[in-house]
């Protein structure tokens, strides 16, 4: 089956690879860079929440640009700006002494390069049903998503070895070496479809931003997926790391190593599967029963989670648990792409990359307030029920839709 995925797609991914690598050393590098600046760990966890805020930033107002370019060029372009923001950073870094060094100017340059990387995501999602046969997104989606969790896994343990072996300011010499091989990659991939339309000068910025919202409602598919996503959304954070270490810590009576574990068996599960699925799906399956197996499974572990003791279990029931948000996920995302014509995903990718990011906040707020209020065992309780309400759109998918899909 390897040969449906075709040499465009194998650039995606191997650019993809590299992007994940580079990024997340150089997020290690900066942490670093500013706690010895400022010697604030306010200032520096502000850096994250920053860092969203580009990407969804990013992401809202990624449908303006989109009609305006091939979608393999803007992705090249993306790739470019961030080479370049990174290369600029690690010119600063090393240059400047420590007290020289300012605060405001390196997060300026980590907003511009998470504005890029905002618009990228959207951009990727969208070129993959561009350069494989309709037939074989699933092993694709599969493909990317196995990719992005293994080096997920690699870069975080491997990079705080390189940061304090190398330095800050080496670490992102590296990772914009590596954005530079994946923007020289990227400039290989050919689209196979038709390409994203003209942009319309009729067509306001406000509509533009608008299409995939609209869409989103538009397609009853897309409507049930967009339930399903703000119920999830709603109580995505819960396996945050901050939660999860204070249940290592409160439920399970655990060492803090457990936590990184626990952290590593999610991310495990959710490799395996995803790599399982781009070797054996050699046909497209029933994506609504996908969707509906990862959505209740998650549900029903997220409590069986809650009522965990044991360190050695909760380990076991996380692997499960990452196998079973990558059914889910790669099956939504097969369903997205072959639910509308190609011209129309990049403002509903965008869309839904924004929906995550917002929720994402509301989320952090919600799970605080019931981990504080009502203890942190009872906010499993009601994840695995917001979890519930979202499998229940799952559910009726299946009961309302053809099993394959086609419609």
């Known amino acids: 089956m390897r040969h449906m995925l075709t040499k465009s797609f ?3 991914w191997f650019s993809q690879a590299l992007s994940t690598l580079g990024d997340i050393w150089y997020i290690l590098a900066l942490v670093v860079t500013l706690y010895n600046l400022s010697g604030s760990a306010l200032v ?3 850096y994250p929440l920053l860092r969203s805020t580009g990407m969804t930033v990013g992401s ?24 370049l923001g990174l290369g600029l950073l690690a010119m600063y870094i090393l240059v400047c002494s420590k007290e020289q060094l300012s605060v405001v100017l390196l997060v300026g340059i980590v907003f511009f390069i998470s504005i890029l990387e905002g618009i990228a995501g959207p951009v990727r999602s969208s070129l993959v049903p561009l350069t494989v046969p309709e037939t074989s997104l699933l092993q694709a989606n599969g493909v990317l998503a196995g990719v992005v969790q293994t080096c997920s896994l690699a870069g975080w343990a491997l990079g705080s070895i390189i940061v304090s072996w190398l330095g800050a300011g080496q670490v992102v010499i ?18 196979n479809g038709p390409v994203t339309p003209e942009a319309s000068n009729a067509n306001s910025w406000f509509g533009s931003i608008q299409a995939g919202w609209r ?7 897309l409507r049930l997926l967009f339930w399903m996503n703000t119920w999830e ?20 009576h655990a060492e803090e190593i457990w936590w990184g574990w626990i952290n590593g068996a999610y991310l495990g599960g959710f490799t395996i599967v995803s790599l399982l699925v781009s070797r054996l799906s050699r046909q497209m399956p029933n994506l609504g029963m996908m969707l509906t197996v990862g959505s209740g499974c998650y549900a029903i572990i997220t409590l069986g989670f809650g009522y965990t003791s044991s360190p050695l279990v909760a380990l076991g029931v996380m692997l499960i648990l990452g196998a079973s948000q990558s059914v889910k996920d790669l099956a939504e995302r097969t369903l997205i792409q072959t639910s509308v014509p190609t011209s129309e995903l990049p403002p509903i990718f965008a ?6 990011s917002l929720l994402y906040g509301v989320s952090l707020l919600l799970c605080g307030w019931i981990a504080d209020t009502m203890g942190i065992q009872a906010l499993y309780f009601f994840a695995a029920a917001g979890f519930a309400v979202s499998s229940a759109g799952a559910v009726t998918f299946i009961l309302v839709y053809d099993p394959r899909q086609k419609g």
């Open 10 to 12: 194998h650039r995606l």
């Open 44 to 46: 520096t966890a502000l």
């Open 60 to 83: 809202i107002f990624s449908p303006v640009i989109t009609p305006r370019f091939r979608l393999s060029r803007l992705l090249n372009i993306c790739l470019g700006g961030q080479t």
């Open 174 to 191: 590296i990772s914009a070496l590596l954005l530079g091989v994946a923007w020289s990659v990227s400039s290989l991939i050919r689209e």
């Open 215 to 221: 869409q989103y409602f538009r397609v009853p598919k």
């Open 233 to 252: 959304g709603l109580f995505g954070a819960v396996f945050a790391g901050a939660f999860l270490l204070v249940f290592v810590g409160k439920r399970l």
């Open 351 to 356: 869309a839904q990359s924004s929906l995550i």
